[in-house]
């Protein structure tokens, strides 16, 4: 996917969501709590870690367009992604990652839940649309713990990946239970 503006990272990200939320309606409750063979986080805790990393994001987000709205400078809404995160998305592809405490699931939070806490990081974010377009935010970056100090944008999009890279590996979890 390329991402020349902020729309783009939005109509992408908007694109991934749908993706999980069509997995997950497949998927029983029952099947959502079922620990596979092998596996280390089950249906129902992979969406409550994509929960939170997504809350995570809209809070990164918000402080980071706060700052540039203090700055003052304005942006013609284009975006570009550095080169070290292209170059750490494809070294992280395919490739397992343990998550950060932070970020690790309870296994308590029931799915709709999660997926609530999802619709609402998804409208804090696109709240914040029109002055992530107006304001320049590449000045302002927060530190990710395995792609580095990240824009706004780039936290948005590293969400993006990170719902679509959860979306199949539920989508793999449920091959593993229908069998």
């Known amino acids: 996917m390329r991402y020349e503006t902020i729309a783009d990272i939005y109509s992408a990200n908007q694109k991934m969501s749908e993706g999980l939320f069509e997995t997950l309606r497949e998927i ?12 280390k986080w089950s ?72 997926l609530e806490r999802i619709r609402a990081s998804s409208e804090s974010l696109k709240s914040m649309k029109s002055d992530l377009e107006r304001f320049e935010t590449g000045n302002h970056k ?9 824009t706004a944008g780039e936290w948005m999009v590293m969400a993006g990946l990170h719902m679509r890279r959860h979306t199949e590996q539920i989508q793999n979890l449920a091959v593993k239970l229908s069998k």
């Open 28 to 39: 029983s409750s029952e099947q959502a709590s079922i620990l596979p063979d092998g596996e």
């Open 43 to 114: 249906i129902q805790e992979i969406v409550e870690h994509v929960s939170m990393v997504d809350s995570g994001v809209s809070r990164i987000c918000a402080k980071l367009l706060a700052a540039a709205k203090a700055d003052d400078l304005p942006s013609d809404g284009s975006f570009e992604l550095s080169a070290n995160f292209g170059e750490r998305a494809v070294a992280i592809a395919g490739r397992k990652v343990e998550a950060p405490d932070i970020v690790q699931p309870s296994g308590q939070i029931p799915i709709s839940e999660s």
């Open 142 to 150: 927060f530190p990710h713990p395995f792609f580095g100090d990240l």
